[in-house]
Every structure is written in structure tokens, then in C-alpha cells.
């Protein structure tokens, strides 16, 4: 059963709001090194807990976006478009992540699909 796994917050500076969730929220706060800066957020130690990430705002829609596991993006996705959903990003792959899509409901909230590649250390199995 899909299951919201992630949260991803966009920030104009991310930095800046990796140390605000840190300082208020007392938060783990960890940089990931990669081709795109981005920046866990881990609330506990709980492996079960939901975490959340920042990365650098670059579209207008970006906000805070939840994210729901699922076992094939394309599948999601094609449920999403049949129950009058559109997508906004259409599937991507973030290396050691998985495929990514990213779509509105037809209430126009903004959430993504995530279908976690084999390597992914982020996430539970796939569901």
C-alpha cells in the first residue's frame, strides 16, 4: 500500500532553512554531496519516522511537497491522469533515489510519486 515516505521543502535559501529546522525543531541536519544540493532533515533516530529535505526553490510551483512510495511511477501516474490529476514534472530518475514524478491533484495540491530504485538507503522496500 503506498505510504507517504518524504517531504521535500523548497527554500529560496536552503542553508538558511536547513538551520532554521535545526535550531527551532532540533533536527538532524545533513548535506547530501551531489550534482544538486540538498539538505535531510532527520527528526529522530526512528527509522519509521517520515524525514524531509530542502533544496533550492526553481519553480514557482515548489513549496513543500509531500511524497507518497509507490511500486511503479508509471502506473501512479497514469491513475493520477485518468482521475483528473495533471503532471507537473514528468518522471525522473535521481540516481540512488529512484523515479521521481511530481503532479496536482485535482484540488491543486502539489505532491509527488516516488518508486525507490534498488540501491535506495532512503526508503523501505518497494510498495
Do not use: C
Not at 523548497?10 to 550534482?35: I, M, Q
Not at 514534472?89 to 529512484?98: A, D, F, M, N, T
Not at 502539489?110 to 530504485?117: F, H, Y
Amino acid at each position: 500500500m503506498p505510504k507517504f515516505v518524504h517531504i521535500d521543502i523548497s527554500a529560496d535559501d536552503p542553508e538558511r532553512a536547513a538551520g532554521f529546522y535545526s535550531k527551532v525543531f532540533d533536527w538532524t541536519v545533513r548535506k547530501l554531496e551531489g550534482p544538486v544540493p540538498y539538505w535531510l532533515l532527520s527528526p529522530s533516530d526512528d527509522p519509521g519516522d517520515i524525514g524531509a529535505g530542502i533544496a533550492k526553490r526553481e519553480q514557482a510551483w515548489q513549496s513543500t511537497t509531500p511524497t507518497i512510495e509507490v511500486a511503479s511511477a508509471d502506473a501512479y501516474g497514469d491513475k493520477i491522469v485518468a482521475e483528473g490529476g495533471t503532471i507537473i514534472q514528468p518522471k525522473v530518475l535521481i540516481p540512488g533515489v529512484g523515479y521521481l514524478l511530481t503532479f496536482k491533484d485535482p484540488e491543486g495540491n502539489v505532491l509527488a510519486i516516488l518508486e525507490p530504485s534498488e540501491d535506495n538507503r532512503f526508503t523501505g522496500p518497494p510498495g
